[in-house]
C-alpha cells in the first residue's frame, strides 16, 4: 500500500526555520503532483504548495518569498522549506500526491504539527 511519512514539524518562534519532508512509500506513478495543504483550527484546508514531476511550482500569496518546496523524485520525497515564519502559519501540514494519469488516485500523510509563537 502507498504510505507517505512526514517528518519535521514542531514549534519555532516567530522569523524561524523549519524544514518538512514527505516520503512517499509504496509504488507511484512517476507523472505526478506532490503537493502542501494546511489546515488551522477553526479553518478549511487551504493549499499551500505544489511540485510537478517535471519541476513546475505554484505557490499560495501567503506564503510567496518565505516557502519553497522541492521534490527529489529518485527518492520520491517531497520537501518544503519554511522560512520567516509566522503565528499565521499555525496549522496542521498535509502532504498530498496526486495522479491524474490513465487513473485518478489521491494519497495524504497523516498530518504534521507547525506551531509558531508570536
Known amino acids: 500500500q502507498v504510505q507517505l511519512v512526514e517528518s519535521g514539524g514542531g514549534l519555532v518562534q516567530a522569523g524561524g526555520s523549519l524544514r518538512l519532508s514527505c516520503a512517499a512509500r509504496?509504488?507511484?506513478?512517476?507523472?505526478?503532483?506532490m503537493g502542501w495543504y494546511r489546515q488551522a483550527p477553526g479553518k478549511q484546508r487551504e493549499l499551500v504548495a505544489t511540485?510537478?514531476?517535471?519541476?513546475?511550482?505554484y505557490y499560495a500569496d501567503s506564503v510567496k518569498g518565505r516557502f519553497t518546496i522541492s521534490r527529489d523524485n529518485a527518492r520520491n520525497t517531497a520537501y518544503l522549506q519554511m522560512n520567516s515564519l509566522k503565528p499565521e502559519d499555525t496549522a496542521v501540514y498535509y502532504c498530498?500526491?496526486?495522479?491524474?494519469?490513465?487513473?485518478?488516485?489521491?494519497?495524504w500523510g497523516q498530518g504534521t504539527q507547525v506551531t509558531v509563537s508570536s
Open positions: 511540485i510537478t514531476s517535471g519541476g513546475s511550482t
Open positions: 509504496g509504488s507511484i506513478f512517476r507523472l505526478n503532483v
Open positions: 498530498n500526491v496526486a495522479i491524474r494519469v490513465v487513473t485518478s488516485e489521491d494519497y
